[in-house]
């Protein structure tokens, strides 16, 4: 029983990291449909982030609560950087902004090799999550909590954002069509901008997030790139709920498929669980139709 | 069951036979990942190895000869390991080649230079059951590793221990010792998990292994799954007083990353910690950090890839000629004032005597001997002088 | 599409249907093989989305030389009629045409019993050119050593088709690049080298000049006579000149069936559709 | 324009006689110079590049073509070189014998999915018949569900990260990490012997050629058109009565097959084959070739996928880790500036053949 | 309020729209006729900003926008309804209506009302993801959101195509009215020539790209305009 609980924890935890990573993707893939493989790295700049302002404030305490916000605006200005370059001229050929990503990615992967060194780094969490708070046999680590309540406060600000206000909607209309959007007098440009600002800076968060349970690399976001994309996917594109309830489902399976088995067998269990899923439903859980040919 | 390593004959058209030593340098080549996920670990061995090479050529080279290095980038791809060893010897020509990490870049390896005769020098700790005439095992084996940390463990009366480790074959070959030793040594095994090499996840294995109560962890796990263990370790409140661990893989420069306060009391087993206290030591450390910074540390596969360049010159001089088989045939005995003691190369398996070192790590993330082994320990790959080793190899 | 230096004439050759000459003949003309009397048979055709019900127990019957107009408000259901008789979307019921139940088949097996459709928005290859979209639509039955062959020359129907829909001179052409207009009678041509004997035509001649309905309802006429033909079209003047029987449709349901004169005359037609005013239409 | 002008149009079109060119030109240069210029080792080289070169052909035709934008071809390419490497093992372990690695890491029993492979004949029919299969069903399954672009790409990414893992974890019977290697004999002739690494690169060559040919036809045959009409517009050839699952699976399998039989000589050529060159990260690597050389041209992936690994491997020996700087930036501007890939700045100057050849996907489908 | 002179544009390397003097006086209707492929959407987008002009200029009363992107345009008072029935398929109706009130606060709440009043079929739908709409509906709401950007000139792509009669009636009826109250110019591409060249000022024809006729609308210029486009 305790430990069905604690691996049920364990579950909800990974998936909220999951969550996390792939949230900004559930904006930027799922919203404006670009594959963006540097999604990883951009993790990895706010996990850097984390460190530098640990660096800088040297309270551990303060620091965590600095770099959250910092890490949001440096992956953000990553992201708005590659959209101002590269993706604004992509939009209409999706697929390859994967491509020009990866490029995006091997570089600044040998960038941050080259200005923070080979080996890995770390960021000390403050001492107020340091340890487990104890609720019977379970012991639920503070840091997990924290990241879960991280996940939490984006998601809901996120699909606030998206559902409820005018950036919300200017974001979907510039994804479903950009010419009608123009000229229905939205900006694309600016619109576009903001929204790959926001999901890379989600990104960046997560990244920050993540210092709290490894170790900072350059290739920190290359071990979640897969996975966040096959959450947002599973999830069906362009939709907050699917991602969140794909990340959760994710989190889970590994989890309890871990327990019964190994960690290598459960991640290609939860690779054929998910080919299977999208079998049953091909356009992932959550989707809005539409009825043109395409 | 000695691994059956006769490549054929070597040929002619290609091998070692293009090395030149008629001017006064010759060339040697360091094969590590600069680039990839292995960049972590290996760039920090390639320093090392530029510090001994630039100490060797400040006092007069070896037989006279300055050293001049061709560097390639294994790129952290077996394949790749394999290709730029090709290169390396076939078209630069170089004597020897120093480099190597991971079992896999190793294996790649190990048939070019057996069937190119030429000399690899890999510098890591390994799951032994391996002997190549062309290559040279600066790093310990299991009997100087993994053997002595068990019976470190089994005299402080460890009766029972949870194995968890990366999946792939150095863990798997470990564990597979280490259950063995158990069973003869009447220590229950009460679980063994494997992460993927990467994993980053660790709550279900720490649940596995907080249930499972064990009298202590022995880690196998390779890279950064270490600092996601520990970290995952210490926070669900576990440390060295509940359940120590012991660990194969980490060294001084993997603790700033997983963060002091995560393994602080923690237990490894090496051969060579940068709190040794010996004069050759104290000069290595000054010269590293003098050549990198005063932040760096040194750990034991840079220490052991040091002393790899050294052996390989103290081999060329007793044998007074580059030529593969001139060395080969000189290897047997030759020693070098390491930094960790006196080593020693066995002409037999290729591989050095080294003494085994347990340590605790401390406040300051620097490891410090906990115990020794009595003097170097003779290296047995096979572990054939290990009665509970049998049917193992 | 060849080389075209920044000054020329945009490829707008402006179609010059020929729906008279010697290719409708050889396209359309009387085949005699064809003397079976094909008809289509719904009944009690429903379709629902979620709670919706889009299209509730129609019966309609529609035989070979008798072109029906199927009319009613927009979000009558008519498209989604069509849809579901194509397998686009799933019904119940029941839609028979040559003693084949169609609906539960998939959409290219629909396809191969020789029922055709256009999309009530132009949907061509529009990275193939003109000629490669007709041949491909021609194409649904080559087997695999045709299909594996470079296609040598132009077959005849298609050939036909290009001239019947006067797209001749744009043959080379990429479709992504032809206008509205142009893009539908590309449909048509695609429709008529598929070889239908069932065709479903959802609002042909939307953006059509007035000249070009005319060519267009001809050529609706001749095929008619061969084949069963349903087309939808909002354009009350092109469909007094052309249908031979209508049928009405009003949520969902069928409202009211006749000729011309009936469903324009019809109280309850005039009321959701035709508007007040209908008889003075602006084209009249 | 009738039929017949049309023909004498193909037949004399700068196209074909182009193309005929090109491929006598390409022979010449793969058969007779190659060798006389390269050392022994550079040869050995080019003949890894070339088995590369056979996955981008694959992908041309399955990505430039048909639109799908597969990240796994590692699986079939690790099909293809793991059966071929299982082949090679068994061998030079003599009849009965066991695999070095098996005694040392597993129970020392060859697994019975092994013993196949100790025959020379069935490791060959395997080799194309495996990964056809597999590429077969699991192409069959997922495209008439009608999962397709982004979809299609990131599913095909999630089965190279399991078929990597899978391959990690059965440490006893592939590997593990280790991968197989150390492969004495490919058919009974001496690996080590010049001569036969020789024979290997002139086979390489020769296949690759066939692939390109074979390609070639599919590109213009009617078969060929219908990819685009699919890539384009799914649904509406549906209504034509085609069934698009079957022609994307079609694709789908021959690019699987192109990609196991390079990966099959990829491993006497190379002699190793580990799970680090059948991941998401080799997979992607693969796109990478087709992309700058121009995924919807016949010799673009060819050329481009050659060139890369050229540059990868001569750069990376001048500037040691300073080639993924060099590798990113040529992909960034070549994928971002010149969609069409570098082919397309030759066409750029000769368009007047373009009707053979539709233009590149730039209207992908979006993942709505 | 809109003056186009000597615009040429077309799409990469070919040519489509050549050398078009238009001009839509404050309050006035002009319409364009021509046959499919003439170039008549092609000079639409170009006025909306969605193609680049290649010469020639684009006056919007006092404003040059010939550089303007098609946003600021629109802010500036110009709404467009495209052909084909557009609109943003997964956002639903009522958001389509909402994604351009937005930037006109109240006043954007109150427009909608409007134009809802105008389409009242569209009432039950809002809801409705507008991709599932049919045609008709589409287009119904494509021409509300044009009206509820509260323009100053009305760009119109062949609104009525796949509306049902009565409807048409009414939208015909809607801009007439909208122009009588206020100072609406409107700018009419339409098969229909009827409707279309007798609220005309000016009617033009196009043939290949190039204006081949123009001349003053009005109820007794139909039978011309017939003419002008049977040549
Ligand atoms: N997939 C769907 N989900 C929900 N509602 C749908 C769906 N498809 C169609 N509808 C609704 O079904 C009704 C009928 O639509 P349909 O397209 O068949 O109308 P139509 O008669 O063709 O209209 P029009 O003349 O405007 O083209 C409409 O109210 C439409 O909104
Ligand atoms: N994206 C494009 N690229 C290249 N050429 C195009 C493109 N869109 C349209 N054209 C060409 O420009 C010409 C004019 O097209 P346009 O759409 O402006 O015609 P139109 O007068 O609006 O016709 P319709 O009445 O059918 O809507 C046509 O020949 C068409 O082939
Ligand atoms: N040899 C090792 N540690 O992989
Ligand atoms: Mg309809
Ligand atoms: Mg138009």
């Known amino acids: ?294 | 069951a000695q691994v059956d390593t006769a490549g054929g004959e070597p040929s002619e058209a290609t091998g070692a036979g293009c090395v030149d030593t008629s001017g006064d340098t010759v060339k040697i080549g360091f094969l590590n990942s600069l680039s990839g996920t292995m960049a972590i670990s290996e760039q920090t061995v390639h320093d090392s190895l530029q510090l001994a090479a630039s100490e060797i050529n400040a006092d007069g080279g070896v037989l006279g000869k300055e050293l001049e290095i061709v560097t390639e980038d294994g790129q952290s791809e077996p394949t790749v390991f394999a290709e730029k060893a090709t290169k390396l010897i076939t078209s630069d020509c170089v004597a020897a080649v120093f480099g190597g990490w991971t079992s896999a870049s190793r294996k790649a390896m190990l048939p070019v230079f057996e069937s190119q005769d030429s000399l690899l020098f890999y510098p890591v700790q390994y799951e032994g059951l391996e002997s190549s005439p062309n290559i040279f095992y600066t790093g310990a084996t299991t009997n100087q590793q993994i053997v002595p940390g068990l019976d470190y463990l089994a005299e402080q009366g460890v009766e029972s221990l949870f194995l968890v480790g990366s999946d792939y074959v150095f863990p798997r070959t470990a564990n597979k010792i280490i259950n063995a030793y158990a069973e003869a040594h009447g220590i229950e095994v009460l679980g063994e998990e494997y992460a993927p090499l990467g994993h980053t996840d660790f709550s279900t294995i720490v649940n596995k292994v907080r249930s499972a109560d064990a009298d202590a962890v022995f880690n196998t796990l390779n890279g950064d799954s270490n600092v996601a263990f520990f970290k995952e370790y210490s926070n669900a409140g576990l440390g060295p007083d509940d359940m120590p661990v012991l660990s194969v893989s980490i060294a001084e420069e993997e603790i700033g990353g997983i963060g002091v306060e995560n393994v602080e009391g923690q237990l490894t087993a090496w051969n060579y910690y940068q709190t040794v206290d010996t004069p050759e030591n104290a000069a290595f450390v000054e010269a590293f950090q003098a050549e990198y910074g005063a932040d760096r540390v040194t750990s034991d596969p840079m220490e052991a890839a040091y002393d790899s360049l050294y052996l390989w010159k103290g081999m060329v001089e007793k044998a007074e000629s580059f030529d593969v088989a001139d060395v080969q045939e000189a290897a047997d005995g030759v020693s070098f004032d390491a930094p960790e003691g006196t080593v020693t190369v066995n002409g037999d398996n290729h591989h050095i005597a080294k003494t085994a070192l347990i340590g605790r790590i401390g406040d300051d993330g620097l490891i410090y001997t906990e115990w020794s082994s009595d003097g170097p320990i003779e290296p047995d790959p096979f572990l054939e002088g290990y009665d509970w080793a049998e049917g193992l190899s | 599409m060849t080389d075209l230096p920044t000054t020329t004439e945009p490829a707008a050759i402006e179609p010059e249907p020929d729906t008279t000459g010697p290719a409708a003949e050889a396209l359309l003309g009387t085949d005699t093989s064809r003397f079976r009397h094909d008809y289509l048979e719904v009944r009690g055709l429903r379709v629902t989305f979620g709670g919706f019900v889009a299209v509730r127990d129609v019966d309609l019957t529609v035989t070979q030389g008798d072109l029906r107009f199927l009319i009613g408000p927009n979000g009558a259901g008519k498209t989604t009629l069509i849809d579901a008789i194509t397998g686009l979307v799933g019904a119940t019921g029941s839609a028979r045409f040559g003693g084949t139940e169609l609906l539960g088949r998939g959409t290219h097996r629909i396809a191969r019993d020789g029922v055709g459709r256009t999309f009530q928005t132009a949907s061509v290859f529009e990275e193939l050119t003109v000629l490669q979209n007709l041949d491909i639509a021609a194409g649904a039955r080559r087997g695999p050593s045709t299909l594996l062959r470079r296609r040598r020359g132009t077959p005849e129907a298609v050939e036909q088709a290009l001239e019947l829909v006067g797209l001749g001179a744009l043959r080379d052409t990429t479709a992504g690049v032809l206008a509205h207009g142009q893009k539908q009678w590309l449909e048509i041509g695609m429709l008529l080298v598929q070889d239908a004997h069932l065709m479903l035509l959802d609002e042909p001649v939307a953006g059509m000049t007035q000249a070009e309905r005319e060519a267009t309802g001809e050529l609706l006429r001749r095929i008619g006579s061969q084949r069963v033909v349903v087309v939808v079209e909002h354009d009350m003047e092109f469909l007094r000149s052309y249908a031979d029987s209508v049928t009405v449709m009003h949520q969902g349901r069928v409202l009211a069936e006749g000729t011309v004169a009936e469903v324009q005359n019809d109280p309850a037609v005039v009321e959701v559709y035709l508007g007040a005013t209908h008889t003075d239409d602006e084209e009249a | 324009m009738t039929g017949m002008t049309d023909r004498l149009h193909t037949l004399l079109a700068p196209g074909r006689t182009r193309a005929l060119a090109g491929f006598a030109l390409a022979a010449v240069l793969l058969f007779a110079v190659a060798p006389v210029l390269l050392s022994p080792f550079r040869l050995s080289l080019l003949a890894k590049f070339l088995c590369l070169a056979m996955v981008a052909v694959g992908i041309g035709l399955a990505w430039g073509r048909g639109g799908l934008l597969t990240l796994g071809q590692g699986v079939y390419f690790g099909l293809g070189a793991y059966l071929m490497a299982m082949h090679l093992k068994l061998a030079d372990a003599g009849p009965g014998g066991v695999p070095d690695f098996m005694s040392l890491y597993g129970t020392g029993e060859v697994p019975w999915w092994w013993e196949p492979m100790r025959s020379p004949a069935a490791t060959v029919l395997l080799i194309v018949l495996v990964p056809a299969a597999l590429a077969g069903l699991l192409g069959w399954a997922v495209f008439t569900r009608r999962v397709r672009g982004a979809y299609f790409a990131i599913l095909s990414q999630a089965l190279a990260a399991a078929f990597a893992i899978l391959l990690i974890g059965q440490q006893q019977t592939t590997g593990g990490t280790n991968g197989l290697n150390g492969f004495r004999a490919f058919f009974g002739y001496d690996l080590t012997d010049p001569v036969n690494q020789r024979m290997l690169y002139l086979i390489a060559a020769g296949v690759l050629l066939l692939m390109v040919l074979v390609a070639r036809q599919l590109m213009v045959s009617r078969f060929g058109e219908l990819l685009v009409a699919v890539r384009d517009a799914e649904d509406r050839v549906r209504f034509l009565g085609y069934n698009p699952a079957a022609v994307k699976t079609v694709a789908y399998v021959v690019a699987a097959v192109m990609a196991a039989v390079g990966g099959a000589l990829f491993v006497p050529i190379v002699g190793i084959i580990s799970p680090a060159d059948v991941g998401v990260v080799p997979s992607i690597g693969f796109l990478v070739g087709v992309a700058i050389g121009g995924r919807a041209t016949l010799l673009g992936p060819v050329l481009g996928s050659i060139a890369v690994s050229w540059a990868q491997t001569s750069i990376s020996e001048q500037f040691p880790s300073g080639w993924i700087y060099f590798q990113g930036a040529l992909f960034i501007v070549v994928i971002a500036f010149l969609p069409g890939g570098l082919a397309s700045l030759v066409r750029r100057r000769r368009r007047r053949d373009s009707a053979a050849s539709p233009p590149a996907p730039e209207l992908e489908e979006r993942p709505a | 309020m809109l003056e186009l002179t000597g615009v040429s544009t077309g799409y990469g390397r070919t040519a489509v729209v050549h050398d078009v003097d238009l001009t839509v006086p404050d309050g006035a209707l002009t319409a364009v006729l021509g046959h499919n492929g003439a170039g008549k959407t092609t000079l639409l987008r170009a006025v909306l900003g969605l193609l680049p002009v290649r010469s020639g200029t684009v006056l919007l009363g006092d404003d040059d926008v010939t550089r303007w992107p098609p946003h600021r345009r629109v802010r500036r008072g110009v709404a467009y309804v495209p052909q084909g029935q557009q609109s943003f398929g997964q956002l639903t109706a009522r958001e389509n209506l909402q994604v351009v009130a937005d930037a006109y606060g109240a006043e954007g709440r109150r427009r909608t009302a409007e134009a809802l009043d105008l389409f009242p079929a569209l009432g039950p739908l809002l809801g409705r993801p507008a991709g599932l709409l049919s045609g008709g509906q589409r287009q119904q709401l494509a021409i509300a959101r044009a009206l509820v950007t509260g323009p100053r000139l009305l760009v119109l792509d062949e609104p009525t195509e796949g509306i049902q009669p009565n409807v048409v009636q009414e939208i015909y009826a809607a801009v007439t009215a909208l122009r009588s109250d206020g100072d609406l110019s409107v700018l009419l591409v339409e098969q229909h020539i009827g409707y279309a060249v007798q609220h005309a000022a000016e009617y033009l024809v196009m043939t290949s790209g190039r204006i081949t006729h123009r001349a003053p609308g009005g109820a007794t210029a139909v039978a011309e305009a017939r003419e002008a486009m049977a040549l």
């Open chain 1, 1 to 294: 029983m305790d430990i069905l609980l604690s691996q049920l924890f364990a579950g909800l935890s990974l998936g909220s990291v999951l969550l996390l990573a792939a949230l900004g993707l559930a904006l930027t893939f799922g919203q404006m449909g670009v594959i963006n493989m540097a999604h990883g790295e951009f993790m990895m700049a706010g996990a850097y982030t984390a460190f530098v302002v640990q660096g800088v404030i040297g309270s551990a305490g303060i620091s965590l609560l600095v770099a959250l916000p910092l890490g949001f605006v440096v992956g953000g200005l990553l992201g708005l950087l590659l959209e101002a370059t590269l993706i604004h001229r992509m939009y209409h050929r999706p697929l390859d902004t994967l491509l020009v990503t990866w490029g995006v990615a091997l570089v600044l992967q040998q960038v941050a090799r080259d200005v923070f060194g080979a080996p890995n780094v770390d960021v000390t969490a403050p001492e107020w999550l340091s340890g487990a708070v104890t609720i019977g046999d379970v012991t639920l680590p503070k840091t997990r909590l924290f990241i879960l309540t991280v996940a939490i406060v984006c998601v809901a600000t996120l699909s606030i954002a998206l559902k409820a206000t005018p950036l919300g909607r200017r974001i979907r209309a510039v994804v479903q069509n950009r010419d009608l959007a123009e000229t229905s007098g939205v900006s694309s440009r600016g619109t576009d901008r903001l929204t790959f600002f926001i999901g890379s800076g989600l990104a960046g968060i997560a990244g920050v997030a993540l210092t709290l349970l490894g170790s900072i690399g350059p290739t920190l976001g290359t071990s979640y790139i897969v996975d966040a994309f096959l959450v947002v996917v599973a999830g069906g594109i362009g939709q907050i709920k699917g991602t969140v309830i794909a990340a959760t489902a994710l989190g889970l399976m590994q989890a309890f498929f871990e327990y019964s088995t190994t960690a290598s067998v459960a991640k290609v269990l939860v690779f054929v669980v998910i080919v299977a899923f999208l079998q049953v439903r091909p356009q992932g859980l959550v989707t809005v139709r539409t009825r043109s040919l395409v």
